[in-house]
């Protein structure tokens, strides 16, 4: 081979690598492109994502398992949503909601109803209760001599204080056995229904069904209940909106109750898996205590079966009662404060 020659198929050589880097770089590139075109898709997907809040109204607990379980399983996401909890016991939840702190609050009718009555000018909406049944419980020692709501005239009941759904229970309570305030001895204990118990500061305590009676039965001290849900139906905790963004964005509430919903069928399925779901949700959450409350709270959730509905006939009861005791005036548009659309 002559030097020409040799120095040709050198040439052609250099010039099919050269050709041959040209593609593979080319290749390389459009990989790249597709893979950062897949990269802004999915940053645009989370960018899209419309950001929400739901302020919760208490301490991280295990009763809002179907809220931690559709945020963990992308319920919310899937919906197109994006949700924070805002946790922390707050006076007046709906006021917060009112102001723009929140899109959302898991609040309870007769709040909602008692909130309406204060101030005229108020525009929310409760548009799913999650708390079927009312989730407030008398509790006497089981061997107590109070036998029935009648029975109660005389004895010293312990409240956490004038306020929340324990009074109003405990109100209700009273009116189903025909009394009044003034026929038993109130007394203000704090949220130490328990030790008061324990100890025999009172005769009987309010607290919640699925919490005070199972602490108590824990500590070997045996109890019976009164609940409320049987004796007089009150609309309980369910998720309330303004009246502005449920006209304005009903595809965001229903997506957000939808979501919610789901979870509440998946803690109603698997309540230990809720129980795994919640502990990062709640800090320093005992799984075994907290799985006894879901459990005691599962009825509470499930009432007649409907999850989620807001039933006319409970509504009426609640705002009847509520006119009964003088806590608010008679509400003309009833309707116009919950639905089921």
Known sequence: MSLTSHRLSVTWKLMALVVLCTVLLAACGESGAANNSNSNSSGSTDKTLKSISIGLGYNPDIQFAPFYVAQSKGYYKDAGLNVTFNHGIVTDLIGTMAAGKNNFVFASGDELLVAHDKNKNLQAVDVSTIFQKYPVSLIVPKDSPIQTLADLKG?????????????????????????????????????????????????????????????????????????????????????????DIYTNQPQTVRAFVDATIKGLKDVIADPQKAVDISKSYVPGMNADQALAVLKYTIPIYQGNGKLGYNDPAIWQSTEKFLVAQKMIAPVDNLSQIYTNK
């Open 155 to 243: 004895h010293t009941i312990g409240e956490p204080g004038p306020f929340g759904s324990t009074h109003t229970g405990l109100l209700a309570l009273l009116q189903a056995g025909k009394l009044t305030p003034s026929d038993v001895k109130l007394q203000s204990i704090g949220f130490n229904q328990v030790s008061a118990m324990i100890s025999h500061k009172v005769d009987a305590v309010v607290g919640y069904s699925n919490n005070e009676p199972l602490q108590l039965e824990r500590n070997g001290f045996n109890v019976r209940t009164f609940a409320v849900s049987d004796y007089v139906p009150l609309i309980s905790n369910g998720i309330i909106t303004t009246q």
